[in-house]
C-alpha cells in the first residue's frame, strides 16, 4: 500500500474529500488502511457482516452502518481473521466491536464507535450494497476510504 497520511490528502485534496466526523477509535493491529467501499446497513445482527467477511475483500474496506447501536458488537477475533485471511483491508462500524485485546494482534483495520461484550442476534437482516450515512457523510458502494489514526476520509475516486 502507498503511504499516506489523511492530514495531508485532506490538505492537497480538499475538495474531494469528506472527512468522517470524529468519535471513531482503532482496534485493529492496521492503523492505517484504505480501499474501495462496500457497504451494508445492519441493526444489531450481524449475520450480513459474515456473509460479506466470507467473500474475497480483493483490498477493499466493509463500512458498516450498525446505526451507532452501543448494545452489542457486530465484529469480533473470528470475523476480523476472516476478513484479514479473505483480503480486506480493514472494516468500519458505526457500532460496537467485541474481543478487541484479540484483534488488536490481527494485521486488518478496524475502527468502530466502542466495545461491548455481547455477541449480535443472527436474524440475517439488513441491506448490501446500499449508501450509509452516519459521522456526517453519506457513503456509496465503490467510494474509496482511507484511515489512520487521525481519522477518516472518503472520496468518489481513487487518490493514490
Same mark, same amino acid.
Given at each position: 500500500?502507498?503511504?499516506?497520511a489523511?492530514?495531508?490528502l ?31 446497513k445492519?441493526? =444489531? ?8 467477511? =466470507?467473500q474475497?475483500? %480483493? ?10 447501536s ?13 476478513a ?22 490481527? =494485521? ?14 443472527k436474524?440475517? =437482516?439488513? %441491506? ?9 457523510v ?10 489512520? %489514526? ?5 472520496? %468518489?475516486?481513487?487518490?493514490?
Amino acid at each position: 500500500m502507498t503511504a499516506f497520511a489523511t492530514a495531508d490528502l485532506s490538505d492537497e485534496r480538499g475538495g474531494e474529500v469528506r472527512a468522517l466526523l470524529p468519535g471513531f477509535m482503532d482496534y485493529g493491529a492496521k492503523k492505517r488502511f484504505c480501499g474501495p467501499v462496500a457497504t451494508l446497513k445492519v441493526h =444489531e445482527d450481524n449475520s450480513l457482516v459474515r456473509a460479506a467477511l =466470507e467473500q474475497r475483500g %480483493e483490498g477493499r474496506v466493509l463500512v458498516v452502518d450498525g446505526g451507532g447501536s452501543m448494545r452489542c458488537a457486530l465484529l469480533g477475533d473470528n470475523l476480523a481473521r476472516l476478513a484479514r485471511d479473505n483480503g480486506w483491508q480493514g472494516v468500519v462500524i458505526s457500532g460496537c466491536i467485541r474481543d478487541s485485546a484479540a484483534i488488536a494482534g490481527i =494485521e486488518l483495520g478496524v475502527k468502530a464507535l466502542g466495545t461491548h461484550p455481547s455477541r449480535s442476534h443472527k436474524r440475517g =437482516e439488513g %441491506e448490501r450494497d446500499v449508501p450509509v450515512s452516519f459521522a456526517g457523510v453519506t457513503i456509496a458502494p465503490g467510494m474509496h476510504l482511507y484511515a489512520d %489514526e487521525d481519522g477518516m476520509l472518503i472520496s %468518489e475516486r481513487p487518490l493514490l
